[in-house]
């Protein structure tokens, strides 16, 4: 059975960090494009950061660039979100997404940055 899973998302104080983690079963991850999407309540799910097969290339949303690094570990079959200097206006849900011969989305998982 595909599946993704979200895991390391909770409260963090503004200028605070978390590592988000998504780790793949049923699947090869290093076979897949993998991104990092947000979502708030009314607003339409946006890409923040995505990393190729190889992790050689990176892209980042501008609302997080310099602040959030996107990273794999293919042997773990794992990708993760590092996410500095935290605002409030990143609380949101977090999705990862795979993409390649299939496409499959986590289930979430809540960050929430406030004081």
């Known amino acids: 059975q595909v599946q993704l899973v979200e895991s390391g998302g909770g409260l963090v104080q503004p200028g605070g960090s978390l590592r988000l983690s998504c780790a793949a079963s049923?699947?090869?991850?290093?076979?897949?494009?993998m991104s990092w999407y947000r979502q708030v309540p009314g607003k339409e799910r946006e890409v923040i950061a995505t990393?190729?097969?190889?992790?050689?290339?990176?892209n980042y949303a501008d609302s997080v660039k310099g602040r959030f690094t996107i990273s794999r570990d293919n042997a773990k079959n794992t990708v993760y979100l590092q996410m500095n200097s935290l605002k409030p206006e990143d609380t949101a849900v977090y999705y990862c997404?795979?993409?390649?011969?299939?496409?499959?989305w986590g289930q979430g998982t809540q960050v929430t940055v406030s004081s």
């Open positions: 997404k795979a993409m390649g011969r299939i496409t499959s």
């Open positions: 049923g699947f090869t991850l290093s076979n897949y494009v």
């Open positions: 990393i190729t097969r190889s992790g050689g290339s990176l």
